[in-house]
């Protein structure tokens, strides 16, 4: 809802209680530093947005937790500059072994590997244990010049038409200061699916009933396994008991599923669950390093904006952890909000913008929390192709506009993932399409258009960054030698303008393409439109 709607929402404060200039104001306060938070925060240090990430926790997320960083993951990770740091740091995943009466009886392949290609370079899921996870976004997010003040809880807010007036408790310097007060244009909850946001709020969960049970968590070192299986046990109350080795450590997650009727997850329990499960001795469990206890929940909120407060990840949905899907969700979310947060709050964009990200986002966790659940209630352990979220679109958000006909089927439209493609400059030097879209730019993809106007559509885009790259006619900006290119984004002669979060908004026939591309800029993009 845009913002003379914001009487609507809770705690609305009175224009004759409008903070003082002296409260600390920055442009988007962030609550909760696990994965959704760092990432928006990333995106948002990198379009000059000024921010204050604050996380309740006195340290940084611990615990393997969700390992998986599916392919799409991945591809906004290179674009926010981390994947090299985390392809480093994590692997694939090993296939697993079944035991039996102390010995592998068989191995299969749990999660699908698929080969890459020109237009998928990261086809297959990484594994990255969530900590090392969180770390490489926490570092990251210092390389930008951006932190996170930690042991800080944001405790209740008020919201007016201008911003979001926060109370924070904890220590920014001193750890026995007092209530501290905060101001901020926008507030974004990544604070959990337990979300004090949300509640606040009063924004209402719903989702499936899944069925009461539970799941031991726990990441350990132990002797007595190798590294190149995840091994797993059959239980004879029907769950099952896997050791997962994860990559870049020499720690191994356990998953117990219907173990004990009364999870207990202290470190002597810990050991001797994987006794009495497996051929392993409690002695062989050396240590014990985190533990939890998983319960199936799945919900999803019924509004992911309120005025200037949004949600995001786990405060907006929540999943069964079947399939690898709901970090990938959420960091998903951020790297949609934040390109948006980032044109109006620097680029003059009507707030009408900011309202296509629930538009955009919710449908998406509503299928992904279908899957989920699908699969937590099929018991069905393998992954395929089909989690890996490059399938994802926005072909009915209201920023996507598709203007040519009689395309061929299988043809690549608006609203589309924008796939990489090897390409080389005029000069020969071989380059990725990922390369140079990769930053907090537009971009324009014109092939074989020459009569494009670079200059009108410089001028639409007011202080947006645009890139405009021609492929083909007397003066190109890319060569295409191999066809990629045109066999990606064709069919030829053709215009697309892809969004920052890489997704194409507009596709056009270039006959018309600089009048229409002029027009989607200045609509919904920047702020030189009297329409905006």
């Not at 809802?1 to 705690?11: G, P, R, S, Y």
């Not at 990489?420 to 879209?437: K, M, Q, V």
Request: proline share 8%; net charge negative.
């Amino acid at each position: 809802m845009a913002l003379n709607n914001v009487k609507e929402t809770v705690a609305t404060t009175p224009a004759q209680d409008a903070p003082e200039a002296t409260v600390p104001l920055v442009d988007v306060l962030i609550a909760g530093a696990g994965p959704t938070g760092l990432a928006l925060g990333i995106d948002l240090a990198r379009r000059g947005v000024t921010t204050l990430i604050v996380e309740r926790q006195p340290t940084l997320s611990r615990g393997a937790r969700g390992t998986g960083i599916q392919p799409r993951t991945q591809e906004v990770y290179d674009d926010l500059g981390l994947l090299p740091a985390a392809r480093a740091a994590g692997g694939l995943y090993p296939p697993v072994a079944l035991w039996q009466d102390g010995r592998i009886v068989r191995t299969h392949e749990m999660i699908e590997r698929v080969t890459p290609t020109p237009s998928t370079p990261y086809s297959n899921a990484l594994m990255l244990p969530q900590w090392r996870n969180v770390e490489l976004l926490h570092a990251r997010l210092g390389e930008l010049g951006g932190a996170v003040q930690l042991a800080t809880e944001l405790v209740d807010f008020t919201q007016d038409p201008d911003g979001v007036t926060a109370h924070l408790t904890g220590p920014a310097t001193d750890p026995e200061a007092g209530p501290r007060t905060v101001r901020a244009r926008y507030l974004v909850a990544c604070d959990g699916g337990a979300s004090t946001v949300r509640k606040q709020l009063g924004t209402h969960m719903s989702g499936p009933q899944l069925a009461p049970g539970h799941a031991i968590l726990a990441d350990v070192r132990l002797d007595g396994l190798d590294r190149d299986h995840w091994h797993r046990w059959t239980l004879s109350s029907g769950g099952f008991l896997a050791l997962l080795p994860l990559a870049g450590t020499d720690a191994f997650q356990m998953l117990a599923a219907a173990a004990s009727d009364d999870p207990d997850t202290s470190p002597e329990a810990i050991r001797t669950l994987i006794a009495e499960h497996t051929h392993l001795t409690a002695d062989q469990v050396r240590e014990v390093q985190w533990t939890s206890v998983y319960r199936p929940k799945a919900g999803m909120a019924d509004h992911y904006r309120r005025g200037r407060v949004f949600l995001a990840g786990d405060a907006a949905h929540i999943h069964s952890p079947a399939g690898g899907q709901g970090l990938n969700t959420s960091v998903q979310d951020a790297y949609n909000l934040g390109w948006k947060l980032g044109q109006v709050l620097r680029h003059g964009a009507p707030d009408a913008l900011l309202d296509s990200y629930e538009t955009e986002r919710r449908p998406i966790a509503a299928r992904i929390l279908a899957t989920s659940t699908r699969l937590h209630r099929s018991g069905s352990l393998r992954r395929g192709r089909d989690l890996h979220q490059l399938d994802i679109g926005y072909p009915d958000s209201p920023l996507t506009h598709e203007l040519r006909t009689e395309l061929p089927e299988g043809a690549r439209t608006a609203g589309d993932r924008a796939p990489d493609a090897p390409c080389t400059t005029p000069d020969g030097t071989p380059r990725r399409l990922f390369d140079i879209l990769r930053g907090p730019h537009f971009t324009v993809l014109a092939l074989d258009a020459p009569d494009l106007d670079p200059a009108a559509l410089t001028q639409a885009a007011g202080s947006t960054p645009l890139h405009i790259l021609r492929i083909g006619g007397p003066t190109p900006d890319l060569l295409d030698p191999d066809g990629h290119l045109h066999t990606t984004y064709g069919p030829t002669p053709t215009v697309h303008l892809i969004r920052p979060d890489g997704y194409i908004a507009l596709s056009t026939p270039p006959e018309s393409a600089t009048e229409t591309l002029t027009k989607a800029l200045e609509t919904h993009f920047s702020g030189t439109s009297t329409l905006a």
